[in-house]
């Protein structure tokens, strides 16, 4: 299984910057989709995720409003739209899977994607 996640970057305080996770080797449609962050220094939070045939979405309080979690299971890809941009967002993003939302909800994933740094300078 491998989750691939891209689209991180630098952008300025108020932007906006999608990321997308391209999922293999595992039947997509049959796993909650999530991300989480960590910035230095902190531990990894959870940011939001997406039931299996998507049509369920939770966010973390801190990102509700401006950032929007998506899937095209077609595809086997989950995106995560980021808008209004904050400095308090920088961070590496990681998409995550598990077949139970309660857990990918607690932070426990069966996978785990490599990373990918958002910087959002102020």
């Known amino acids: 299984v491998q989750l691939q996640a891209c689209g991180g970057g630098l952008v300025q305080a108020g932007g906006s910057l999608t990321l997308s996770c391209a999922a293999s080797g595992l039947t997509f449609r049959a796993y909650a989709m999530g991300w989480f962050r960590q910035a230095p220094e902190k531990e990894r939070e959870f940011v939001a995720q997406?039931?299996?045939?998507?049509?369920?979405?939770v966010y973390a309080d801190s990102v509700r409003g401006r950032f929007a979690i998506s899937r095209d299971n077609a595809k086997n890809t989950v995106d995560l739209q980021m808008s209004t941009l904050e400095p308090e967002d920088t961070a590496v993003y990681y998409c995550?899977?598990?077949?139970?939302?309660?857990?990918?909800?607690?932070?426990?994933?069966?996978?785990w994607g490599q990373g990918t740094q958002v910087t959002v300078s102020s």
């Open positions: 995550a899977a598990h077949s139970s939302t309660q857990k990918l909800r607690a932070g426990v994933a069966a996978y």
């Open positions: 997406i039931t299996g045939g998507g049509g369920y979405t």
